[in-house]
């Protein structure tokens, strides 16, 4: 009998140990710096992790119907680029509507490669990555670009500004993962994405039209990152053609944190969101610690490994794989 | 004549080569030099030495994101170590030790990737994601996010040196491919990662170990990561904590256009060399026909996909598909 | 044979969850003999073999080989031993070549880790040359058509002095002359003092080989002959033999109009110029070995294959059915072969795998509505007799009758016009068999067109109105209820009612 109570808390613990070790986390870090649990510091975690966070909630249908997305990092170079030039050449009303168009575009093109031409999701993302990297360059001609009048544009309210005390990114990211949450939980497509990447042929054998779920999971992807650059070129009134480089990384980290499985077919918005805060209380503690910012690198590499393997482990059964 | 043409249809990067090399040697008079050949050489040389352990890994089914970080620390290992106090009397045995840290480093991680992947049995995806991550954090801190510049000039020249009539990297590059091929295509292991990653379950079965092949392959890797990682610090006389971001793309593009399948089972050294050289005369010849850099990132963008689709196309076998 | 046996089995029983695949089988193989093993599908030749193998534990009883009892926990000890299986499921590596495919995990080695090709390629030169094997050992395995695939495969087991040589329907995929190359290897390995298992359903082969024959049913032993005191019908009625009144239908149904009429229809060498008719009220049972091509008229009929020739009448429209999605808005609905690879996506729970197909009925709005999920789930759990503790439960966990009525459960909730059942019974209790039974033919009362495609005769004759034999592709014969007797229709599928017209 307590054997088996002991077998059922093991069970537990592997499995809801990623939001066990965010609490130990949080505890922790409380405890040892006193400025942690402060109001100013949670809202500050919460602003940063809100680029990576809108990103990531893309990200996320994307891999629940089991494929992959390199290029959001170069996707958010580009279109951070686009919002922030054409700001003051269109109007922001204009650029924020292009911009968005132009994310979307791409997102049809990763969607029509990987859902109706039916090719490898990473290759194809990568290809992207680059393409999209040199289109950035070819735009700006290599230089940087800024907005002219940074204090006196409403376009600030993105990154800088609060409605109703509230700061809007963190508005922007609540109500885009309470958006995204409800699409995938709620409506019939987001059924047919988790089909999708549960098990495709029989996705295909239940009548589900595969490639168009692909398609549209894709474009919500990019008009997401479309998003976080509004928020990113808002916040800095300006970009550098890389400003992206390297976030498709971290977004996938964070997804991949949160407990969403790289196969596809399983996972949630929730989980993601926990993935985003983890990656940022991780960056945030170790910054209020005293550490530098490539700290947290060292201590992501081992969370995500402990975190994904404890995942397995739980799912199979046993500790170590079984050619150990 | 047939055989050529069959052989041409099963590594159709070589005649991609031929096409572009052709239209280079006739669009611009300074691409048809042997100086210029051998600059490609080099140029390609850092990417290529990735590149065939990259080939092993894969062909194993497995991949490794983290070689851009083993170049950095490399890199850095054997800048800062030449330069060392203990060492300011040994004159050019003072690389000796460099060398060997910089090398050791690369094994050592290569071999700790290979390992938790096999104990694990987390993706390498995952384990090299984090170990991207975090390898590149292990650089920042061991650098204080500086540059470090060469104090031995033997080694600063060596990356302009020759060796008879051909420049030292060239050769080394050239010598590391056909160590490499010979191991893929004459060796007992070589041989095994055919299966490894071809039919996982017959290799079971036939008794093979998997962990540890497919650990030797993970090191291997690491060994020529950290090797491209020295070449490249010989070349620029110095090491920069950002060294190598966004190699392992170039590295995966160039094996994957040499043929090697990303699902495993299948991939050569001698395709893989095509990707490299591919890579390599579409920059110099862009370059000499002084196409911004820009353009060549979506070019290859471009053509990793075309490349994909055009595979896809050929490779579809008779009507006993499902029109899925 | 007077010589100790080279293997016996001793009382061996396997149970899975909810089927009791092998219950007190003994059997005894002696050496230089060719033993074949007959059974219908389900009646445990495969689970006996991968016992024999190492691929699974028998929970009771024992295996004994050349006296001594073994023990063997994976393929790699029985192949230690001497046990070697050549299965359908092949374990090759396409990119080596077919000398390192026989000698995977063992190559000859040379200094510095060196493949010694010389040695190799002598060696397996001369197993080639014994099998008669027109390709060279250097070849790549992945150009080498099916059947040579099945020759190296073969040829592996050359490599070993295999005491036990299991063959699990090896010419599937060969040609005739193929064929005689296989017999001929057989017959060498018999000389040699090798004991054979020769597992097939086809007669002809079985009398010309084999010296024995030991005849499964419903996972016991039902009889063992003397290959020369025995014939063909002999051999069926053990096979088949049970009880009447399980097998026959009791009621017959009146047809109603024509749902389904398909004349002339081919897809390239899958199957070729089939026709057929299936009526509203009525089910047309499909009886035939693996490739004989049903499977694929119903992906035909459903939209996953495109047929080459041929037309399709749906109530009687001609259609030209462009995918699952189409099929499905037509009113046809295909319970497909695997339930675990095309029927169910295993992480997600009950609700959602039934409502799978009808999902954009269960929404209200942009929303999907939990009551209207809830009650298609609690509909199909009390008709179907689910057994599940709720709807949250995952797919994955249920057991395989259970996890096919949610198949079932799903497609019914089309309401089709046209059902197709592909193997519905594969692998389930006998419990549910008889539910699932029961069901098909209520449906048929109901209304329903159905079109059930089965491997397993007792089940094909008790819930068909009409059955259609179909053999490499051809429709055989089609028989009445009233007509239909196993015999007739185990000759119709084995390729002897061909056999026996022709010497008529």
């Known amino acids: 009998m307590a054997e088996e109570r002991l077998k059922s808390a093991t069970r537990i613990l592997t499995q809801r140990g990623i939001l066990i070790a965010f609490i130990l986390f949080m505890v922790g870090f409380s405890v040892v710096s006193d400025r942690f649990m402060t109001p100013d510091n949670l809202q500050a975690v919460f602003r940063q992790a809100a680029i990576i966070g809108v990103m990531a909630l893309g990200v996320t249908l994307v891999v629940i119907c089991g494929n992959l997305d390199l290029s959001v990092g170069s996707l958010l170079s580009l279109s951070t680029v686009l919002v922030v030039d054409l700001h003051d050449k269109i109007g922001p009303i204009s650029a924020i509507a292009v911009t968005l168009l132009a994310a979307l575009a791409v997102g049809a093109v990763n969607g029509l490669l990987v859902g109706v031409a039916r090719l490898n999701s990473l290759i194809v993302t990568l290809g992207m990555l680059s393409a999209i990297q040199g289109l950035t360059l070819i735009y700006t001609g290599g230089q940087n670009v800024d907005i002219q009048n940074q204090d006196t544009t409403w376009f600030a309210i993105f990154g800088r500004g609060a409605i109703l005390g509230v700061p809007t990114q963190i508005l922007i990211f609540v109500v885009l993962a309470v958006v995204m949450h409800v699409v995938l939980a709620h409506t019939p497509f987001g059924r047919r994405v988790y089909a999708s990447g549960g098990n495709p042929t029989a996705a295909v054998f239940s009548g589900i039209r595969r490639g168009r779920v692909v398609l549209a999971t894709y474009m919500i992807s990019a008009f997401c990152t479309g998003i976080a650059a509004i928020i ?24 991949i944190l949160g407990g969403t499985s790289l196969l596809g077919g399983s996972g949630s918005i929730a989980k993601t969101v926990i993935g985003v805060l983890i990656l940022g209380f991780i960056q945030n503690g170790l910054l209020l610690l005293g550490f530098a910012y490539y700290v947290q690198w060292l201590v992501t590499w081992v969370v995500i490994i402990l975190a994904v393997w404890l995942d397995i482990a739980a799912k199979r059964g046993r500790m170590f794989s079984p050619f150990a | 004549m047939n055989r050529t043409l069959r052989w041409l249809s099963r590594n159709p990067i070589w005649g991609f080569i031929l096409l572009i090399f052709v239209f280079f040697s006739l669009a611009n008079p300074f691409f048809f030099d042997l100086q210029n050949f051998e600059n490609i050489l080099v140029q390609t040389s850092t990417i290529g030495l ?15 994101l983290s070689v851009g970080g083993i170049v950095a620390l490399s890199a850095s290992l054997v800048v800062d170590i030449q330069g060392w106090e203990v060492f300011a009397g040994w004159g050019d045995w003072q690389l000796v030790p460099a060398v ?21 049995g987390v993706d390498a995806f995952i384990v090299t994601l984090g170990a991207m991550l975090g390898i590149r954090g292990l650089v920042f801190v061991y650098t204080k996010e500086q540059s470090f510049y060469a104090a031995n000039f033997a080694f600063s020249d060596f990356g302009s040196s020759n060796i008879g009539p051909l420049p030292t990297l060239a050769v080394v590059f050239l010598v590391c491919a056909l160590l490499v091929h010979w191991l893929l295509s004459q060796t007992v292991h070589g041989r095994n990662t055919y299966a490894v990653g071809g039919n996982r379950q017959a290799a079971v079965n036939a008794g093979i170990r998997i962990g540890p092949h497919m650990m030797v392959n993970f090191i291997i890797l690491g060994f020529l990561a950290a090797l491209a990682g020295m070449t490249l610090a010989s070349q620029m006389g110095a090491s920069t904590p950002t060294l190598g971001q966004d190699y392992e793309l170039w590295v995966i593009t160039a094996v994957v256009l040499g043929g090697t399948k990303l699902t495993g089972g299948a991939g050569n050294i001698v395709g893989t060399l095509g990707g490299v050289l591919a890579i ?26 075309a490349v994909l689709f055009l595979d896809r196309q050929l490779n579809r076998k008779g009507q006993e598909g499902y029109r899925l | 044979m007077t010589d100790r046996p080279t293997l016996t089995l001793s009382h061996i029983g396997k149970s899975f969850p909810g089927v009791r695949a092998i219950d007190d089988v003994s059997l005894d193989i002696h050496p230089g003999e060719v033993h074949a093993l007959l059974g219908e599908n389900g009646a445990g030749k495969s689970t006996l073999m991968k016992i024999l193998a190492g691929m699974y534990q028998p929970d009771e009883g024992e295996i004994t080989l050349d006296g001594a009892r073994v023990v063997m926990r994976t393929p790699l000890e029985a ?50 040359k014994r099998l008669k094997c027109g390709f060279t050992p250097d070849t790549r395995v992945g150009d080498l058509s099916i059947a040579n695939q099945q020759m190296v495969e073969i040829a592996r087991v050359l490599t070993t002095t295999a005491r036990v040589v299991i063959f699990d329907e090896p010419t599937a ?40 024959i030991t005849v499964l049913r419903d996972g016991k032993h039902s009889g063992t002959l003397a290959t020369t005191e025995t014939n063909e019908d002999e051999v069926t009625r053990l096979m088949i033999g049970r009880s009447l009144d399980l097998t026959r239908r009791i009621e017959a149904s009146t047809p109603g109009e024509v749902v389904l009429d398909v004349r002339g229809l081919s897809c390239g060498r899958l199957f070729q110029d089939v026709s057929f008719t299936v009526h509203a009220g009525e089910v047309v049972g499909f009886y035939g070995l693996i490739g ?19 037309t399709i009448r749906f109530r009687g429209e001609p259609v030209s059915i462009a995918s699952p999605a189409h099929a499905i ?17 295993l992480e997600l729970n009950c609700r959602d795998n039934i409502t799978l197909a009808t999902i954009d009925a269960m929404a209200n709005g942009p929303f999907l509505s939990g009551s209207r999920e809830a009650a298609v789930f609690e509909k199909y759990r009390e008709r179907l007799r689910i057994k599940t503790p709720g709807w949250r439960q995952v797919v994955g966990n249920l057991s395989g009758g259970n996890q096919q009525k949610i198949v079932i459960g799903k497609w019914l909730a089309t309401q089709p016009k046209l059902l197709i059942l592909d193997e519905p019974t594969r692998g389930i209790d006998i419990g549910s068999k008889a539910e699932i039974h029961d069901l098909i033919r209520e449906l048929a009362r109901s209304g329903y067109a159905i079109i059930v495609i089965s491997s397993e005769m007792p089940e094909v004759l008790k819930v068909s109105d009409r059955v259609i034999g179909m053999y490499h592709g051809r429709l055989m014969r089609e028989f009445t209820a009233e007509e239909v007797t196993e015999d007739k229709l185990v000759q119709a599928i084995s390729g002897i009612a061909e056999k026996k017209a022709a010497s008529a």
């Open chain 2, 280 to 305: 390599g005369i579409l920059r110099n010849g862009m370059n000499l026909m002084q196409v911004p850099a820009f353009y060549v990132l979506v070019i290859l963008g471009v053509i990793l996909i």
């Open chain 2, 100 to 120: 060997a840290a910089a090398l050791l480093a690369g094994v050592a991680l290569g071999a700790l990737n290979g390992l938790i992947v096999w104990w694990t």
């Open chain 1, 232 to 255: 990113l070129g808002s916040r800095v009134m300006g970009s550098q053609n890389n400003v992206g480089q390297g976030y498709e990384l971290l977004v996938l980290s964070a997804v």
């Open chain 3, 79 to 128: 192949k230690a031993l001497g046990v070697v299986l050549i299965h359908q499921e092949l374990s090759l590596v396409k990119e080596l070549s077919v000398a390192e495919n026989i000698y995977l995990g063992d190559l000859p080695r040379r200094s510095l880790g060196r493949v010694d090709w010389k040695t190799l390629y002598a060696r397996v030169g001369d197993i080639l």
């Open chain 3, 292 to 310: 004989a091509g049903r499977s694929e008229i119903a992906e035909t009929l459903f939209g996953l294959r495109a047929p080459t020739a041929g």
């Open chain 3, 329 to 345: 808005s037509l009113g046809i609905s295909l319970v497909p072969e695997s339930r675990k690879e095309q029927g169910l996506v």
């Open chain 2, 50 to 64: 990735i590149a065939l352990g990259m080939t092993l890994v894969m062909i194993n089914g497995n991949i490794d």
């Open chain 3, 173 to 212: 995929s060969l040609t005739d002359a193929e064929k005689i190359v296989l017999f001929d290897i057989i017959r060498d390995l018999k000389a040699g003092g090798a004991a054979i298992i020769y597992i097939s359903h086809r007669m002809d082969e079985i009398f010309t080989l084999s010296d024995r």
